[in-house]
């Protein structure tokens, strides 16, 4: 699963930045006006990789205060930092990879053994979606769900089929060649990667059984990891410690304490040996070997925290991030959309804004304060509403069709082009972009229901699938349904289906041997 960067459980208020930066000599003025940032141990020195709200990009070694410009990165519009053992890599917005540092494995990915302390441009052919470093490797994620690897290789973690390192980006094939990959996940000599099935695969070192294949076999290209049990799987991520109450090895997966979960998020890092989790209720539970006075945690400890940065902060050791961190600087009622173009920016703050507006929609009552202008540029139902002259001559208008929160997240999509909100009411969202003919929107709306199936609603969203025409989300639901089959049966949306529908998704259960017992 690739959740939204900028959403809300990614993002963190300006002041936890302290969480991390505690002691730290950077200039107070820099720190104000950091919008991202990720701390990580390199060597036993904590640094970090900070960029501004205008865009530039800075390397920090945190405790000495020392700042140095990367200005191959600034104004790139850097999404993403990735941190191996003597490595770092970055995504930009538009899908290209930057790696810098040390290089004597082929981690950098440029066909030398060079180290550089410039950041240098991988060479892909496709648009890069995430990134995942290794101890001396990288894997990168492409829009098309194909898997990259380069770097060093010594256990076959690469994925290329052998034990020799790899000096450019090569696809990882195999069992990947047949499906789209959605998450990935690097841990110090494993990889592992989730597909749109929910299927998981791993491969490379698994001397202590961390493949989850149930032996210590090393394979060098992907394996189907079958002891799940039927566990729909929507990301992963790895190296944490396994929660059972003990320090036993586990080489084939183990569920944690059912009472604890349902999880809507998990979190690890290469360099600490801890796991975090977050429940659907936003409860957080770590475990593994934390902070003092905490010690070491064999068992699933909740914490006072909603919030996977946040646990990390606080429990972590060393004190880094397991991923980028996003800093929001405004009140929740009006969520930070960190645009790297200021232009952009500043039409986020334009929205909703009753001094510059010169339009307001009603909706349950309450105002949506909007630039008429804008919005005939963004949206061509609001250029012909607003062009009749009727219309045009009002200043305000009331929306009954969808519910305020939902008006004004399609609003605040039309200033900003992107989406913030919960998964679970994503199927309204999708409703509303086909209403106003809204192909980004509506794309936009897949790929966050496709992050936010459960049990409960997998039927609704399968029905919303054959009703708005996105086969790939259909056949997704349809695996997962398959996949947890008598817990879905005996849910409210089941028994609410459409009596057609239901019939035709049963049949097509039975064709897949679903009732075989």
């Known amino acids: 699963m690739s959740t939204n960067r900028w959403s809300e459980d990614n993002c963190v208020?300006?002041?936890?930045?302290?969480?991390?930066?505690?002691?730290?000599?950077?200039?107070?003025?820099?720190?104000?006006?950091?919008?991202?940032?990720?701390?990580?141990?390199?060597?036993?020195?904590?640094?970090?990789?900070?960029?501004?709200?205008?865009?530039?990009?800075?390397?920090?070694k945190v405790s000495a205060g020392s700042v140095t410009k990367l200005q191959a990165l600034s104004h790139k519009g850097v999404i993403e930092v990735s941190v191996g053992y003597e490595h770092v890599c970055a995504l930009t917005t538009d899908g290209h990879v930057y790696a810098w540092g040390g290089n004597q494995y082929n981690q950098l990915g440029n066909g030398s053994t060079t180290s550089s302390t410039e950041p240098m441009k991988v060479s892909l052919n496709e648009k890069v979606v995430d990134i995942s470093c290794g101890y001396r490797y990288t894997l990168a994620l492409t829009d098309t769900g194909h898997v990259y690897g380069w770097g060093y290789n010594g256990h076959g973690q690469v994925g290329n089929g052998t034990g020799s390192n790899q000096s450019v980006p090569i696809r990882v094939n195999g069992l990947l060649e047949s499906c789209r990959i959605v998450s990935i996940s690097c841990g110090h000599f494993h990889s592992m990667a989730v597909s749109d099935t929910g299927a998981v695969y791993s491969w490379g070192y698994n001397a202590h059984g961390q493949l989850g294949l149930g032996h210590k076999t090393q394979p060098t290209s992907p394996v189907l990891i079958t002891h799940l049990n039927h566990t729909f799987i929507c990301r992963v991520c790895n190296v944490g410690q396994l929660g059972t109450g003990?320090?036993?090895?586990?080489?084939?997966?183990?569920?944690?304490?059912?009472?604890?979960?349902?999880?809507?998020?998990?979190?690890?890092?290469?360099?600490?040996?801890?796991?975090?989790?977050?429940?659907?209720?936003?409860?957080?539970?770590?475990?593994?070997?934390?902070?003092?006075?905490?010690?070491?945690?064999?068992?699933?400890?909740?914490?006072?925290?909603?919030?996977?940065?946040?646990?990390?902060?606080?429990?972590?050791?060393?004190?880094?991030?397991?991923?980028?961190?996003?800093?929001?600087?405004?009140?929740?009622s009006k969520p930070t959309i960190l645009n790297t173009n200021p232009v952009m920016a500043h039409l986020n703050e334009a929205f909703d804004d009753p001094n510059t507006s010169n339009f307001k929609f009603i909706v349950e009552g309450k105002p949506i304060h909007v630039h008429k202008d804008i919005l005939r540029i963004r949206c061509q139902h609001f250029r012909s509403l607003f062009a009749n002259w009727i219309e045009g001559e009002k200043q305000e208008l009331e929306l009954p069709q969808y519910s305020y929160d939902m008006y004004k997240s399609f609003l605040r999509y039309l200033y900003t082009g992107e989406v913030c909100v919960a998964p679970d009411v994503g199927i309204e969202l999708l409703?509303?972009?086909?209403?106003?003919?809204?192909?980004?929107?509506?794309?936009?709306?897949?790929?966050?229901?496709?992050?936010?199936?459960?049990?409960?609603?997998?039927?609704?969203?399968?029905?919303?699938?054959?009703?708005?025409?996105?086969?790939?989300?259909?056949?997704?639901?349809?695996?997962?349904?398959?996949?947890?089959?008598?817990?879905?049966?005996?849910?409210?949306?089941?028994?609410?289906?459409?009596?057609?529908?239901?019939?035709?998704?049963?049949?097509?259960?039975?064709?897949?041997?679903?009732?075989?017992?």
């Open 431 to 517: 409703d509303l972009a086909e209403s106003y003919s809204e192909t980004d929107l509506k794309d936009k709306s897949v790929r966050l229901i496709r992050n936010g199936i459960t049990v409960d609603n997998v039927l609704r969203v399968y029905t919303a699938a054959l009703k708005y025409e996105v086969p790939d989300l259909e056949d997704l639901c349809f695996s997962y349904a398959l996949a947890h089959m008598t817990q879905v049966t005996q849910t409210k949306a089941y028994m609410e289906m459409d009596a057609i529908i239901c019939r035709d998704f049963m049949l097509k259960a039975s064709a897949k041997d679903a009732f075989k017992h």
């Open 13 to 60: 208020k300006r002041e936890s930045i302290d969480k991390w930066m505690t002691g730290s000599a950077i200039d107070s003025q820099l720190k104000a006006n950091i919008r991202m940032f990720a701390v990580f141990d390199m060597n036993s020195v904590t640094e970090a990789v900070v960029v501004t709200k205008e865009d530039e990009v800075f390397s920090v």
């Open 246 to 332: 003990n320090t036993t090895n586990q080489s084939t997966p183990i569920q944690l304490d059912k009472s604890l979960g349902p999880f809507r998020d998990i979190a690890a890092n290469m360099k600490t040996d801890i796991s975090v989790a977050i429940t659907v209720d936003g409860v957080g539970y770590v475990w593994g070997r934390c902070q003092p006075p905490n010690g070491t945690v064999l068992q699933p400890m909740k914490t006072t925290y909603d919030s996977l940065h946040d646990i990390f902060a606080v429990f972590s050791k060393p004190t880094v991030t397991y991923k980028s961190v996003v800093l929001s600087d405004v009140s929740e």
